[in-house]
């Protein structure tokens, strides 16, 4: 079964960045749209960010010009560069990459961020 491996989470002072990378452990193909979600202790999980197979994007309104979104297609390979972090943007981070009939979809287990005051 493949799996989404995250890694790039820690502990970061507000103002500070940070850079999360997701990556399959197995081969996946066809995928229509990769993104990342978040949830905060109490929180329903919640949209972050997409790119899809086109290479356009979607911003969630919190996250607008403070993240962003992008791919390496050799490595199969997608980044959330995080800037100008927030108290409020701490939450466990998850990936996912899908086939927008969702025929495939498939999610990691999650990195924590935490943003210092």
């Known amino acids: ?4 491996v995250e890694s790039g989470g820690g502990l970061v002072q507000a103002g500070g ?11 996946i ?5 990769r993104g990342w979600y978040r949830q905060a ?6 949209l972050v960010a997409q790119i899809f197979s086109t290479g356009s994007t979607y911003y ?3 996250v607008k010009g ?8 050799a490595n199969n390979t997608v980044y959330l560069q995080m800037n100008s ?12 990459s ?3 009939t969702l025929s495939s979809d498939y999610w990691g287990h999650g990195t924590q961020v935490t943003v210092s005051s």
Request: glycine share 4%.
């Open 98 to 100: 899908n086939r927008a």
């Open 85 to 96: 972090l927030k108290p409020e943007d701490t939450a466990v981070y998850y990936c996912r």
């Open 41 to 46: 202790p109490g929180k329903q999980r919640e």
């Open 66 to 73: 403070r993240f962003t979104i992008s791919r390496d297609k």
């Open 60 to 62: 969630a309104d919190p």
């Open 1 to 4: 079964q493949v799996q989404l």
């Open 17 to 27: 960045s940070l850079r999360l990378s997701c990556a399959p452990s197995g081969s």
């Open 29 to 33: 193909f066809s995928i229509d749209v």
